[in-house]
């Protein structure tokens, strides 16, 4: 079982930054890849990022290539998601998900365990 806690979203102008943080808990984080999906109102929820195991694994959507970067450390249990020049378009609920296989897989269907989200909202 893993257990996962988003924070660090919040309001923030267009061009700006925030740093969403996935707290986990459970003893076989360190074998899980965490992956970022995002849920925006009248839209399917969306692949944003994921790390594998390793941390050598790192995908991105196109949509955010460039300007977010997901990094993990293990000693934490933590995986952060930088996001830096945000568009009014980021605006979405975000979810970190694990997957205990560790591919860092673009698929939501391959993660198990899901925090709860945190809203990230861009003004324009």
């Known amino acids: 079982q893993v257990q996962l806690v988003e924070s660090g979203g919040g309001l923030v102008q267009t061009g700006g930054s925030l740093r969403l943080s996935c707290a986990a808990s459970?003893?076989?984080?360190?074998?899980?890849?965490i992956g970022w999906f995002r849920h925006a109102p009248g839209k399917e929820r969306e692949f944003v990022s994921a790390?594998?195991?390793?941390?050598?694994?790192?995908p991105y959507a196109d949509s955010v290539k460039g300007r977010f970067a997901i990094s993990r450390d293990n000693a934490k249990n933590t995986v952060y998601l930088q996001m830096n020049r945000l568009k009014p378009e980021d605006t979405a609920v975000y979810y970190c998900?694990?997957?205990?296989?560790?591919?860092?897989?673009?698929?939501?269907?391959?993660?198990?365990?899901w925090g709860q989200g945190t809203q990230v909202t861009v003004s324009s």
């Open positions: 998900a694990a997957d205990p296989w560790g591919t860092a897989s673009l698929s939501s269907r391959d993660y198990d365990y």
């Open positions: 790390i594998d195991w390793r941390g050598l694994k790192t």
């Open positions: 459970g003893h076989t984080f360190v074998t899980c890849a």
